[in-house]
């Protein structure tokens, strides 16, 4: 059971590039989440998706795409990287665990820097 | 004024000693509440979770002050593998009344338990 799996590990991006993240979950989780995270900062959403098919922004979602073709696999894309988004990127999964408690899984994450 | 705010640290203490780390949150209308522990490079994991009635773990308290909107975690008898940083987490209601288990992170506290 890999539980929650981002690819790449690392990624060295130029100003102007784009990439794509991958998340993966085996858990057959309904909601996904794409969190960054910066010195001082905490952690901070992106975008999430409460299903299949489904997204929705978060705190900073400039800059970035999402798509959730299938239930176990989620992407953040950056169409023109920027230094700004040099960061540590983490994906989560979670379940509804009776009433509003939610627990979340994080994948490993990205260390992505934008030169 | 953010969200959810912690004390950043650092808490340097010795094996053996206690330590308590106290965290606020501004939304009155938050839901559930958490400690995640994240270790260096790594992903944040759940630590537990903080019940209204207070819960403990082992060596570990956490307490919610809905009043205050205060929450708080107990270490009692540090051990150098509680070394990490720890995230309090509040799990907020959106305008319409849902959440969709999004999470808000406090910034974090760094505990180093020295020998």
């Known amino acids: 059971n890999a539980g929650v799996t981002q690819t790449p590990k690392f990624r060295v991006l130029k100003t102007g590039q784009s990439m794509t993240l991958l998340c993966a979950q085996d858990?057959?989780?309904?909601?996904m989440y794409w969190y960054r995270q910066d010195p001082g900062m905490g952690l901070r959403l992106i975008h999430y998706?409460?299903?299949?098919?489904?997204?929705a922004k978060g705190e900073v979602p400039d800059g970035y795409n999402v798509s959730r073709l299938k239930k176990q696999n989620f992407l953040l894309g950056l169409e023109s990287a920027a230094p700004s988004q040099t960061s540590v990127y983490f994906c989560?999964?979670?379940?509804?665990?009776?009433?509003?408690?939610?627990?979340?899984?994080f994948g490993p994450g990205t260390r992505l820097t934008v030169t | 004024r953010k969200e959810v705010e912690q004390d950043p640290g650092p808490f340097n203490v010795p094996e053996g000693a206690t330590v308590a780390f106290n965290c606020t949150y501004s939304?009155?209308?938050?839901?559930?509440f958490f400690w995640y522990r994240q270790d260096c490079r790594k992903e944040p994991k759940l630590l537990m979770s903080?019940?209204?009635s207070g819960n403990e773990d082992g060596r570990f308290t956490a307490q919610l002050n809905r009043a205050s909107q205060y929450i708080s975690l107990l270490i009692r008898d540090s051990k150098l593998s509680d070394s990490a940083t720890y995230l309090c987490?509040?799990?907020?209601?959106?305008?319409?009344?849902?959440?969709?288990?999004?999470?808000?992170f406090g910034q974090g506290t760094i505990l180093t338990v020295h020998p």
């Open positions: 989560a999964s979670s379940y509804q665990l009776g009433g509003a408690i939610y627990e979340q899984y």
């Open positions: 987490v509040v799990n907020m209601r959106n305008a319409g009344g849902t959440s969709y288990g999004k999470l808000t």
């Open positions: 858990m057959n989780h309904e909601y």
């Open positions: 903080v019940y209204s």
């Open positions: 998706s409460v299903g299949e098919g489904t997204t």
């Open positions: 939304n009155s209308a938050s839901q559930s």
